[in-house]
C-alpha cells in the first residue's frame, strides 16, 4: 500500500533517540498509510540502525558527508511516496492522536501551510516551539540578558503563529516542493525562514493544541552567551542569524 503520510527525520549521532521515536510512531500510529524515512546526516560515529531492518514502513538513507538539516530532509523528500510530509527531529516522541491532529487541521482549510503541535516534557512541561518572527535586537537581548522570546501558544484554540519549530512541521508535499529550505541556512533559522515564506505564499503557520509531543528539553542553541561561545553550534546559530537578518533586511512579513 502506498504511503499517504511520510515521515522524515534526520539523526546526527541519534539513532537511539531514532528508534525511541520509531516505537512511539507504532504505539500512536496514524490513522493513514504511513512511512519512515531515516536520513543519516554522517553522523561523527557509527550508528547502529540494525533495528530499522525488520520493519516494512522505515527506510535508511546514509549520505556520505553532513549537508545540514535542511539539505538533509530534501534528501529524504525525494524518495517520499506520501502526499503528506511530516518533519519530525528524532528526539521527539509522538503522543496519542498527534498525527491525526495535525492531518485534519492540514486539511481543514485550504490556506493553512504548516501544522505543529504542542512540545512538552514528559512530566508535562510545556516546551517553547511557536514564536513570533525574530528581531536583530529581540535576539540579541535574549542571548545577552535571558530575555524571554514571544511565544504564541494557545491551549485551547488553533491558533496562526508566525513560526513553529523545525523539530515538529506538518505540510502538503506539493507545497514543500514548491519552497523548499533556503540552502544558505546550514543549520539553524531554515525554520524560520521557511515559515516565514509560507506566509508570503498566502499561507497559515498554525499550532495545533490537541496534538502533543514529547521533546527533549535541551536545544542546540540553548545556554548563557558566556557558555556558549565555546559551543561550534553557537557560532553555526549566529552565522545563520545574521544570513537571516541580512535576506529579509528591507522586507516585511
Known amino acids: 500500500m502506498k504511503s499517504i503520510l511520510s515521515i522524515i527525520t534526520v539523526s546526527y549521532g541519534q539513532a537511539q533517540q531514532v528508534r525511541a521515536l520509531l516505537q512511539s510512531l507504532k504505539k500512536f500510529p496514524p490513522s493513514v498509510a504511513w512511512e519512515l524515512l531515516v536520513v543519516d546526516n554522517h553522523s561523527p ?6 533495528f530499522l531492518k525488520s520493519e516494512k514502513n522505515t527506510h535508511l538513507i546514509e549520505l556520505h558527508h553532513n549537508i545540514g538539516f535542511g539539505k538533509g530532509n530534501e534528501e529524504a523528500v525525494r524518495f517520499a ?42 512530566d508535562g512541561r510545556p516546551l517553547e516551539n511557536t514564536w513570533d518572527f525574530p528581531t536583530f535586537w529581540g535576539l540579541l537581548r535574549r542571548r545577552l540578558w535571558k530575555s524571554p522570546e514571544i511565544q504564541k501558544h494557545n491551549q485551547e484554540n488553533i491558533k496562526d503563529v508566525d513560526w513553529a519549530q523545525g523539530s515538529f512541521l506538518v505540510m502538503q508535499k506539493d507545497f514543500f516542493c514548491a519552497l523548499g529550505f533556503d540552502h544558505r541556512f546550514f543549520l539553524f533559522f531554515e525554520d524560520t525562514d521557511l515559515c516565514r ?42 552565522g545563520s542569524a545574521c544570513k537571516y537578518f541580512w535576506k529579509y533586511r528591507n522586507n516585511d512579513k
Open 45 to 50: 560515529k557509527p550508528q547502529q540502525y540494525d
Open 81 to 122: 511516496q506520501g502526499n503528506i510530509l511530516a518533519f519530525i527531529n528524532p528526539d521527539v516522541e509522538v503522543q496519542k492522536n498527534c498525527l491525526d491532529e495535525l492531518l485534519t487541521a492540514l486539511k481543514k482549510e485550504k490556506n493553512i501551510g504548516i501544522t505543529a503541535p504542542v512540545l512538552c516534557t514528559k
Open 197 to 238: 515564506r509560507t506566509w508570503r505564499k498566502k499561507k497559515k503557520v498554525v499550532q495545533v493544541p490537541t496534538a502533543r509531543a514529547y521533546h527533549t528539553e535541551h536545544r542546540l542553541s540553548g545556554g548563557h552567551i558566556l557558555t556558549a561561545l565555546f559551543k561550534r553550534t553557537f557560532w553555526i546559530h549566529l
